[in-house]
Nanobody, 114 residues
Framework: VQLQAFGGGLVQAGGSLRLSCTAS????????VAWYRRVPGKERELVGK???????IYANAVTGRFSISRDYEKNIMYLQMNRLKPEDTAVYYC?????????WGQGTEVTVSS
């Protein structure tokens, strides 16, 4: 299984960015999927998750601004980030849960300038 996240970059506060995560060896459509982020010096935190049976949850800090979606045909997962804030600056990781196994992408860095 391999996950690859990309789409990060530098964006001004108030702007938007869409992260993508591709997968090989695993399907986004039949497993729980999530995005996490890590700020240097802090613990990795959950950004948002779509449960295996459907339904999604988001961190309070991003609710209403971020959303996760999946393209089943292309097997790509997205994180749409709107109204970005400097505090959203972090390395973002995509994640898939399959049973008791956890798979991670390598991370893509997002920097939001004020």
């Amino acid at each position: 299984v391999q996950l690859q996240a990309f789409g990060g970059g530098l964006v001004q506060a108030g702007g938007s960015l869409r992260l993508s995560c591709t997968a090989s060896g695993i399907s986004f459509s039949s497993n729980a999927v999530a995005w996490y982020r890590r700020v240097p010096g802090k613990e990795r935190e959950l950004v948002g998750k779509i449960r295996r049976g459907g339904g999604s949850i988001y961190a309070n800090a991003v609710t209403g601004r971020f959303s996760i979606s999946r393209d089943y045909e292309k097997n790509i997962m997205y994180l749409q980030m709107n109204r970005l804030k400097p505090e959203d600056t972090a390395v973002y990781y995509c994640n898939v849960e399959q049973g008791s196994a956890d798979y991670w992408g390598q991370g893509t860095e997002v920097t939001v300038s004020s």
